[in-house]
């Protein structure tokens, strides 16, 4: 069980947009850690994607964009793209048990 | 070029001892906190342990903790990971990756290295 949740999986189709949610609590994303979102391509290294919550890393395209309210966050994904498809991870701070804590990732489908 | 490079897994039976290696180029190694996150196989990401930039400091999350130990050579721009008593719990893909942020609770990976499959088995 992670401390963070996120749906297991999430479809759309090209083109369409999707968000994917993580939900924490007053010990991680409501304590004001910061939120951060990965992308896991099938057979390769998880990526930075979004970090602080909101910002882009460059090289990142602005299909991709964050944001956080309260307890939880939001990955969304514009436009989607075949290449899109891959598991994405968010990850936070846990006051609670004192580390750095990932969210249970989303499989992403494009249809 | 930035890179984050692994080496050191294998198989190892039950109990046993394996020393990861992580060696680092293209930026300012000594400037950073650098950390292992692991990821067993089917699964999600799982964050394993931190080094401070000047080894000062160490954390570990609990499932390892007392087991394994990181450390680093700042003049060799190399982080380790000294894994004992091991389990068939402790199988994954072992990630190399560099910390970025000011405080504790605004730190985030900003570059990972490919990995090494550790496999506990008899």
């Known amino acids: 069980q992670s401390v963070l949740t996120q749906p297991p999986s999430v479809s759309g189709a090209p083109g369409q947009t999707v968000t994917i949610s993580c939900t924490g609590s007053?010990?991680?994303?409501?304590?004001?850690?910061?939120v951060h979102w990965y992308q896991q391509l099938p057979g390769t290294a998880p990526r930075l994607l979004i970090y602080?919550?909101?910002n882009r890393p460059s090289g990142v395209p602005d299909r991709f964009s964050g944001s956080k309210s309260g307890t939880s966050a939001s990955l969304a994904i514009t436009g989607l793209q075949a290449e899109d498809e891959a598991d994405y991870y968010c990850q936070s701070y846990d006051n609670g048990v004192s580390g750095w804590v990932f969210g249970g990732g989303t499989k992403l489908t494009v249809l | 070029e930035v890179q984050l490079v692994e080496s050191g897994g294998g198989l190892v039976q039950p109990g046993g001892s394996l020393r990861l290696s992580c060696a680092a180029s293209?930026?300012?190694?000594?400037?950073?906190?650098m950390s292992w996150v692991r990821q067993a196989p089917g699964k999600g990401l799982e964050w394993a342990s931190v080094?401070?930039?000047?080894?000062?400091?160490?954390f570990y999350a609990d499932s390892v903790k007392g087991r394994f130990t990181i450390s680093r050579d700042n003049s060799k721009n190399t982080l380790y990971l000294q894994m004992n008593s091991l389990g068939a719990d402790d199988t994954a893909v072992y990630y190399c990756?560099?910390?970025?942020?000011?405080?504790?609770?605004?730190?985030?990976?900003?570059?990972w290295g490919r990995g090494t499959l550790v496999t506990v088995s008899s």
């Open positions: 080094i401070i930039n000047n080894g000062g400091d160490t």
């Open positions: 293209g930026f300012t190694f000594s400037s950073y906190a």
């Open positions: 602080a919550n909101t």
């Open positions: 990756a560099k910390f970025r942020g000011v405080m504790m609770t605004e730190w985030y990976f900003d570059l």
């Open positions: 007053s010990s991680n994303i409501g304590a004001s850690s910061d």
